[in-house]
């Protein structure tokens, strides 16, 4: 499946006061964009890795990005933060366009979404930011993530054949 024929199947999702899309094209910002999150598909062992956030549940690791960070620095760091992964291989496979409006004025957020594949999972000792760990296939998402919907799904499935495209999870 090429990226033409997969990204014309992501819906528009609102949550809560925000309408969420997905394109699944990496490309740089525009100038007006504010590029402040990352969120980062693992894969590891044939599965996806997912970290279990006191704020949202089981859930992929993804986070701020600090001042001195680019976009790929803070997806190992929040990675390792909240799975104690080791990545091995980072690519961007699009990104989230959050738009929020608050009466007349309307700001939109371009949040860069990654694959990548973990070389090793190492012990997480006291204060990370997760309460533990779990590996999932594709099917086993639905249950266990923490919001589930039609753009979950459809960003869930991109993900893995663009890992599969790259053989991560052969």
Same mark, same amino acid.
């Given at each position: 499946?090429?990226?033409?024929?997969? %990204?014309?199947?992501?819906?528009?999702?609102?949550?809560?006061?925000?309408?969420?899309?997905?394109?699944?094209?990496?490309?740089?910002?525009?100038?007006?964009?504010?590029?402040?999150? $990352?969120? =980062?598909?693992?894969?590891?062992?044939?599965?996806?890795?997912?970290?279990?956030?006191? %704020?949202?549940?089981? &859930?992929?690791?993804?986070?701020r990005?600090?001042?001195?960070?680019?976009?790929? %620095?803070? =997806?190992?760091r929040?990675?390792?933060?909240?799975?104690?992964?080791?990545?091995?291989?980072?690519?961007?496979?699009?990104?989230?366009?959050?738009?929020?409006k608050?009466?007349? =004025?309307?700001?939109?957020? !371009?949040?860069?979404?990654?694959?990548?594949r973990?070389?090793?999972? !190492?012990?997480m000792?006291?204060?990370?930011? %997760?309460?533990? $760990?779990?590996?999932? &296939?594709?099917?086993?998402?639905?249950?266990?993530?923490?919001?589930?919907?039609?753009?979950?799904?459809?960003?869930?499935?991109?993900a893995?054949?663009?890992?599969?495209?790259?053989?991560?999870?052969?």
């Open positions: 499946m090429d990226d033409a024929e997969i %990204s014309d199947r992501f819906p528009t999702a609102i949550w809560g006061n925000t309408r969420a899309c997905f394109s699944g094209n990496a490309m740089e910002p525009e100038a007006n964009d504010r590029v402040d999150t $990352v969120l =980062v598909f693992v894969f590891h062992e044939l599965q996806f890795l997912l970290a279990d956030i006191s %704020s949202r549940g089981w &859930s992929i690791p993804g986070g990005i600090q001042d001195h960070e680019t976009p790929e %620095s803070a =997806v190992i929040e990675t390792y933060e909240e799975t104690g992964a080791l990545l091995d291989g980072i690519v961007e496979i699009g990104f989230y366009i959050l738009t929020e608050f009466g007349e =004025v309307e700001t939109a957020r !371009r949040i860069p979404v990654y694959i990548a973990a070389d090793e999972i !190492r012990p000792p006291g204060g990370f930011e %997760s309460r533990g $760990v779990t590996h999932v &296939s594709l099917g086993e998402l639905p249950g266990m993530y923490y919001m589930w919907d039609p753009l979950i799904e459809a960003v869930c499935n991109y893995h054949a663009k890992a599969l495209d790259l053989a991560w999870t052969l």
